[in-house]
């Protein structure tokens, strides 16, 4: 029994002893702890090393002449203590901040009251948004106001007195755009993406979205070393550089000499003709490099309004749209490529109403009881077009749409590239249906699937992909270049290609272009007029186009587009009044700067458009037919004029209105019977 006890109380004594061991331990985990994490973590006490951080950069975007149209720059923020603020003084401290910082004294005044009006003793930011060069007036500024006495000591919670001045920290990055509105919306514009306490800008749209990966700030940098009494860092053997790496910078093909004048141009012919927005593109057409790409509808990425939502979005590849007659040319050179045709092969056209199956009936503005190949073309005949598209079959005729890269991403190095539509083979099999898409309806294309698909009548039918970056730059001057997303497509055979190339001639020489006409150069090119639905109708609005080519002897060779979206003033509907003059003056524009050169040297301007009453066929119910406009021979005279600098193009005065025309006879349209698109095409489909 005594045993039993004794082992109970030595078992007893092993787990007291055990516990106290336990206890013991546990004691030296903690200090231990406690003098790791003390020798780890930053004391109160100034450290020996220091770390200056750098802050990367987002590439900037630099047109093909080299100047800069958006760049980056750092911002700060200004910080002061409310309670630090001297009462006697403050008059004093925001009369100074406001002739700093420009920022107007009422505004700073509010930044010390909250909401319920009362004074703000904690800190105050006074402004978030200070550039570079403000921030270090203010830095000097902060030492000034110190040495005026303006901040008082304040008590902390824990009893030390600390003197707080003006504070001026680095924040975030801003983006500049110093031009303004010139290459908007194919610039485009950013947000702020924040990191931290940092904010960076982030593309939205446009290039800036385009080429967000290759733009944006790579890797920060820093220097680190030992800190003398100042806090300055030593730089010695034992100090750590380390570089920052930027984003890499766009370099376009676009010349912003070119690029403003063309801007310039069709903000005065987007005001003569009272148009909704006009769109223009020029391109190489072996390269596909574009030298303009340009819309009336533009706005500052800087500063964007409630107004400037609608031209957010850059038309060029993101508006599809029914084309019209700019599609006959197409269609021919698929007849052509399949030996369907020759550019002499005959067709009867004499219809007042030609039936195209199904009860549908078009018809053609000029009457002529046959024509060849070319004269549709040039005549822009619906009745021969429809009977050309005819002798292709529909699986055919949809193939050679898309080789032409129509209902397809184009590959331009945009944000966004819409497909556009096409119907499908099933549907395109019924010859009414083909017939339609023959002359540019029932199907969407945007402006640079038709910039490509033209480029083939100038290429020996090769199909460029449009590309606005020449090349990206790192900071050693290294360059990169991008393959784009869609390539060229050969569209149809050099033989075709050709022919169609000289059909177009034949429309500037005699047919609907003739105000594109240039001395000395080869210019070709189609006019379309396709009427808008809206709500599922079509209404008397229009878009009207014009693309086509224009080359000198030199062997400068480009491929041009001008789309002009509802023109509201009588007749200049018409393509022949509206995007053939805004084509002619661009040609005047790569004439004036030496892009082309024509034969003999002849300098001329562009001629006064002067408009003659016509009245309209009658609006077929379905499918709508475009109008046709009349020829009208163009006269132009030798005339020399200065070249303004690019500098001078931004200070440029607004030419002074256009004369008003005489008022025109009248025009009686017969409207369409009150159907919607759908209920239209519902028993076709």
Excluded: C
């Excluded at 599809?320 to 700019?326: D, H, I, K, L």
């Excluded at 050169?597 to 301007?605: A, I, L, N, R």
């Amino acid at each position: 029994m005594n045993k039993e006890i004794q082992n109970k109380a030595i078992h007893q004594r092993k787990n007291k002893i055990s516990f106290l061991f336990l206890l013991l331990l546990i004691a030296m985990g903690m200090f231990l702890f406690s003098v790791i994490k003390t020798i780890s973590s930053d004391r109160h006490i100034p450290s020996h090393n220091t770390t200056i951080y750098d802050r990367s950069f987002r590439g900037s975007i630099i047109s093909e002449d080299g100047y800069t149209l958006s760049s980056s720059e750092k911002t700060y923020q200004a910080v002061v203590r409310g309670a630090s603020i001297d009462p006697d003084k403050k008059a004093l401290f925001v009369k100074l901040f406001s002739i700093y910082s420009g920022i107007p004294e009422k505004k700073i005044l509010k930044r010390f009251k909250n909401r319920k009006g009362k004074e703000i003793k904690g800190n105050i930011i006074l402004s978030k948004t200070i550039n570079a060069r403000s921030a270090m007036q203010l830095k000097s500024l902060a030492y000034k106001l110190r040495k005026l006495d303006v901040f008082q000591s304040i008590k902390t919670r824990s009893g030390i007195e600390v003197l707080f001045g003006l504070d001026i920290i680095e924040n975030g990055e801003s983006r500049r755009f110093p031009l303004g509105d010139v290459l908007s919306p194919i610039l485009g514009y950013v947000g702020d993406e924040s990191d931290g306490r940092y904010t960076r800008p982030l593309g939205k749209k446009g290039l800036e979205r385009a080429y967000e990966k290759h733009i944006t700030s790579k890797k920060n940098g820093y220097f680190r070393g030992k800190r003398d009494v100042v806090g300055a860092v030593i730089h010695d053997k034992n100090s750590i550089k380390i570089q920052r790496v930027d984003g890499l910078d766009l370099h376009l093909n676009i010349p912003l000499a070119l690029q403003r004048r063309v801007e310039l141009m069709i903000d005065q012919m987007k005001q003569s003709i009272d148009a909704d927005e006009i769109i223009v593109g020029v391109m190489e057409s072996k390269t596909g490099k574009v030298l303009s790409m340009a819309s009336s509808e533009r706005y500052d990425p800087s500063h964007i309004k409630q107004k400037d939502i609608p031209a957010l979005v850059p038309k060029f590849t993101e508006y599809p749209y029914e084309a019209g007659s700019v599609l006959k040319p197409i269609t021919v050179a698929m007849a052509l490529d399949k030996n369907r045709i020759t550019p002499d092969t005959w067709f009867k056209t004499g219809y007042k109403r030609f039936d195209i199956t199904g009860g549908q009936r078009i018809s053609d503005d000029d009457y002529f009881e046959s024509l060849p190949v070319t004269d549709i073309v040039v005549h822009s005949s619906n009745i021969g077009t429809s009977q050309i598209s005819w002798l292709l079959t529909g699986k055919e005729f949809r193939e050679g749409l898309l080789k032409f890269g129509i209902a397809q991403k184009t590959g331009i190095d945009l944000s966004r590239d819409l497909p556009g539509s096409l119907k499908s083979l099933r549907i395109l099999d019924h010859k009414m249906h083909r017939a339609n898409s023959s002359f540019g309806y029932g199907m969407m294309v945007t402006f640079t699937q038709l910039l490509k698909a033209y480029s083939a009548f100038n290429n020996d039918g090769l199909a460029v992909t449009p590309r606005l970056v020449d090349y990206l730059q790192d900071a050693n001057g290294k360059h990169y270049t991008l393959p784009p997303k869609v390539g060229n497509m050969q569209a149809v055979s050099k033989k075709a290609a050709n022919q169609v190339h000289d059909i177009l001639l034949e429309v500037v020489k005699r047919g609907t272009g003739v105000k594109a006409q240039y001395p000395g150069l080869e210019v070709g090119g189609k006019t379309g007029t396709a009427h808008i639905a809206k709500h599922g109708r079509y209404v008397r609005e229009y878009h009207s186009s014009f693309y086509g080519f224009a080359n000198d002897k030199e062997g400068h060779k480009y491929t041009i587009g001008a789309l002009v979206i509802r023109a509201k003033k009588p007749y200049k509907y018409f393509a022949s009044q509206s995007a053939v003059p805004t084509f002619r003056r661009i040609l005047d524009i790569l004439v004036e700067l030496d892009y082309l050169k024509p034969e003999g040297g002849v300098e001329v301007t562009s001629p006064e458009i002067k408009v003659e009453p016509k009245t309209p066929p009658e609006i077929i119910q379905e499918p709508i037919v475009p109008q046709k406009e009349k020829k009208e021979k163009v006269t132009v005279q030798p005339v020399k004029k200065a070249t303004p600098s690019v500098k001078e193009l931004f200070k440029l005065e607004p030419k002074a209105k256009p004369k008003p025309e005489s008022k025109p006879e009248p025009v009686n349209i017969k409207p369409a019977k009150d159907k919607s698109t759908h209920e239209l095409f519902e028993e076709l489909f």
